[in-house]
């Protein structure tokens, strides 16, 4: 099984409807942009990703892609598209990784999408229990990155920090 903690529009997905993931959002509705467009945002499960309704270790693949500007206002075109941080982002991030890798499997793999636009990712990194396997960089400036992270097999199993 395949979560989608922070789905949205399902923005990056190719197959917007794949039948082994669950698709979650603490929105769900339509939002008009500024220029007219609508974005549609329908998650399977309305959830926050600080707070996942999900038992632990029951997925193989988690993708989180949190909403990560401070400085766009609640009303924005970008917050209404992409969403916000609720209390303090540093709280929410930390809170957001370790809901995905309690939800996550042993040896199960954790994508990270972030843009480093207003918070650089290696700040964004120090709250994961894990270290990063590798990732990459995209976009113009080379701001959004994708990160890829494995759970430990057993509790045993200790990776570097």
Known sequence: MILDMTCGARLMWHQK???????????????????????????????????????????????????????????????KKYGGLFTTWEEDLKAGFEEAFRVLKPEGVLTLKWCSEHIPLGRVLEFSPYPPLYGTRQGRKGATTFTVFQKPGTPNDKQPK
Request: charged share 25%; hydrophobic share 30%.
């Open 17 to 79: 409807h794949h039948p082994d993931a669950v698709y979650c959002d603490i929105r769900q509705g339509t939002e008009t942009l500024s220029d007219g467009r609508e974005v549609h945002i329908n998650p399977d499960q309305v959830a926050d990703f600080r707070r996942l309704p999900f038992p632990d270790e029951t997925f193989t693949l988690v993708n989180f892609d949190p909403p990560h500007l401070t400085k766009a206002g609640n009303t924005s075109w970008l917050a």
